[in-house]
């Protein structure tokens, strides 16, 4: 069963202090692995998108990596305005359709 | 903003009623998904119109029915409510093929069933 789990489930930092959030994935096979931020009651917002190991985007100070098992999203030196849920999700070959399977997220907090 | 709308924003029923939501999706998009958001269940595909045909279905119930439209709106049918059908109901839209794969979301509607 293709399956997304996203860790840690929340994560409190200082502003300028930066982490990664880590996204592990079980699929039969990977068409991409996508990365969304959602505000509080707000629709997701689209960040990333990555098809391949090894690929690698930025966006200002995020940047998304890609393993064969997993993602991670850094973040670099976080401002308040980048508290969110940043939502992970995969898109499987092999499957009616392109729908996308998510993760819980991961519910970020930066403080000033 | 994405450029998919969604309506209405809120909308508040009683158990045992029907309700209609709708989608518009971006301009040029031919690919409309439903999704639903729960506390506990994050979010869960529904169903995927391409061009006016049910592409895909994920954990869609029986209760729930949607169509696309021949102007590419979507609307998203929910009978028979029950107060476990409390949700946000998201709607997405996208391209066809690569680099078109990107889902772009509408601002969602919010159920609430008493």
């Known amino acids: 069963e293709d399956q997304v789990t996203q860790s840690p489930e929340a994560l409190r930092l200082q502003e300028g202090e930066s982490s990664s959030l880590n996204c592990s994935y079980t699929v039969s096979g990977l068409r991409g692995l996508f990365w969304y931020r959602q505000d509080p009651g707000k629709g997701p917002e689209f960040l990333f998108t990555?098809?391949?190991a090894g690929e690698e985007k930025e966006k200002e100070r995020l940047k998304a990596t890609l393993t064969k098992k997993e993602s991670f999203l850094h973040i670099t030196a976080p401002k308040p305005e980048d508290s969110a849920t940043y939502l992970c999700?995969?898109?499987?070959?092999?499957?009616?359709?392109?729908?996308?399977?998510f993760g819980k997220g991961t519910t970020l907090s930066v403080s000033s | 903003d994405s450029g998919v709308t969604q309506t209405p924003k809120h909308l508040i029923t009683a158990t045992g009623q029907r309700v209609t939501l709708r989608c518009s999706p971006r301009s040029g998009d031919l690919s409309v998904y439903w999704y639903q958001q729960s506390l506990d269940q994050g979010l869960q595909f529904l169903i995927q119109y391409y061009n006016g045909e049910e592409r895909a279905k994920g954990n869609i119930l029986e209760r729930f029915s949607a169509q696309q439209f021949p102007d590419l709106h979507s609307e998203l049918n929910l009978s028979s409510l029950e107060l476990g059908d409390s949700a946000l109901y998201f709607c997405?839209?996208?391209?066809?093929?690569?680099?078109?794969?990107?889902?772009?979301f509408g601002p969602g509607t919010r159920l609430t069933v008493l």
């Open positions: 997405a839209s996208s391209g066809f093929g690569l680099p078109n794969n990107e889902q772009f």
């Open positions: 999700a995969v898109q499987a070959m092999g499957q009616a359709g392109t729908a996308l399977i």
């Open positions: 990555l098809y391949s």
